[in-house]
């Protein structure tokens, strides 16, 4: 006998049994046409391999190639749109082509003559002409004059117009360049500019007479200019190491001087003079270090030997015995002998 909470559950239970059975048979029939074998499809024939233009290939092409009916249809309404294929991955931008499909493709797609991409010879000049516009033909510089250099010549050699009327004119006015110094401080020049041309530049010849040399210790500005091969600025080197050094000695010693090349040397040798006698000495014994230090065959590393020794003894009485203690090199001494004395200091008796 069901007894009456038996019924009520059932009775519960039937509607529930009933809508899981439905579910059941709706849903049976699809699971199985989703899980059955790609191979039983009818748009899954094998592909072929083999060349083709899209521009041209036609619908049973496509599809021999592996494409779906579907997608067959949807490549050849693309190109019926307007669409060439200009490159191959032109066609990689179908969206009946997955990047599977044209991977597999890419290697036998053959764009036709008439529908490949080809710059045009026209713009490819137009993108030259402007290039070629800025570029100017430099001709190579050669041994020339610098009193008759022209405006044309400085246009050929790399000058604008600009640059080249204004180098000519003063060039004219001042009669020529005197030295590559003049040369390189001229603005428009520049220092780059200068070198260059002053390598291969012919200065004219501005020698004192022979018999009148600029005499080098004495000289004053004005007459340091008047040699050929010194500029302005070298004129403030030569004055500067000459306070320093307490006059020059030898001709030589003018080569060691700031802003004199060896070019230059070689003209201004030529036209000076040096008078030994009146440059200045230092007291080795006396001097300040200040002094010492101003010299410049006194570097710091001499200057501090000679002042350390100098407060343990007080001093020397010759060159000879400075280099006994290893004060000077037999090199430094000689550099060093013609500016140096040896002071001895007197005391005074009283009475």
């Known amino acids: 006998m069901w007894s009456r909470e038996d019924r009520r559950t059932l009775v519960l239970l039937l509607p529930l049994l009933v809508l899981a059975v439905a579910v059941f048979l709706l849903l049976e029939p699809r699971a199985s046409r989703d899980t059955m074998p790609a191979a039983a499809a009818p748009e899954a024939a094998a592909a072929e391999l083999f060349e083709f ?51 597999r493709l890419e290697p036998y797609i053959r764009i036709g003559a008439e529908y490949r991409f080809r710059p045009r010879r026209d713009s490819a000049q137009r993108l030259r002409k402007p290039f070629e516009r800025r570029q100017r033909v430099v001709a190579p510089l ?22 080249a009327e204004a180098i000519a004119d003063y060039n004219t ?17 520049g220092d780059s500019a ?27 500005s004005a007459a340091l200019r008047s040699v050929s091969g010194i500029g302005a600025k070298t004129v403030g080197a030569i004055l500067d190491y000459r306070r320093r050094l307490g006059g020059f ?24 003079s040096v008078d030994s006698c009146v440059i200045s000495k230092i007291d080795i014994n006396f001097a300040t270090p200040k002094a010492m230090a101003e010299h ?39 550099r060093l002998h013609p500016y140096l004395r040896f002071g001895v200091r007197t005391t005074q008796n009283d009475d």
């Open 142 to 163: 050669v041994p020339f004059r610098i009193d008759t250099m022209t405006a044309r010549f400085l246009r050929a050699v790399g000058f604008t117009k600009r640059q």
């Open 173 to 189: 006015l001042i009669g020529g360049f005197r030295d590559e110094e003049e040369l390189r401080d001229y603005p428009i020049i």
């Open 249 to 272: 000695c030898r001709a030589e010693q003018l080569a060691e001087v700031r802003g004199v090349t060896e070019r230059n040397y070689e003209r201004i040798v030529k036209q000076i």
């Open 296 to 334: 410049p065959y006194i570097p710091p590393r001499l200057l501090r030997k000679i002042l350390k020794r100098r407060q343990l003894k007080g001093g020397w009485s010759t060159l000879e015995e400075m280099i006994e203690e290893g004060i000077l090199t037999r090199e430094e001494a000689a």
């Open 53 to 103: 233009d899209p521009n041209t290939v036609d619908y049973r092409a496509l599809r021999r190639l592996g494409f779906s009916k579907q997608d067959a249809a949807g490549v050849l309404r693309y190109r019926a749109a307007g669409k060439v294929f200009r490159i191959a991955e032109d066609f990689a931008a179908c969206y009946q082509v997955s990047d599977s499909m044209y991977d």
């Open 194 to 220: 200068g070198r260059r041309l002053a390598q291969y530049a012919i200065f004219p010849e501005r020698r004192r007479p022979l018999h009148d040399p600029v005499e080098l210790n004495t000289a004053d």
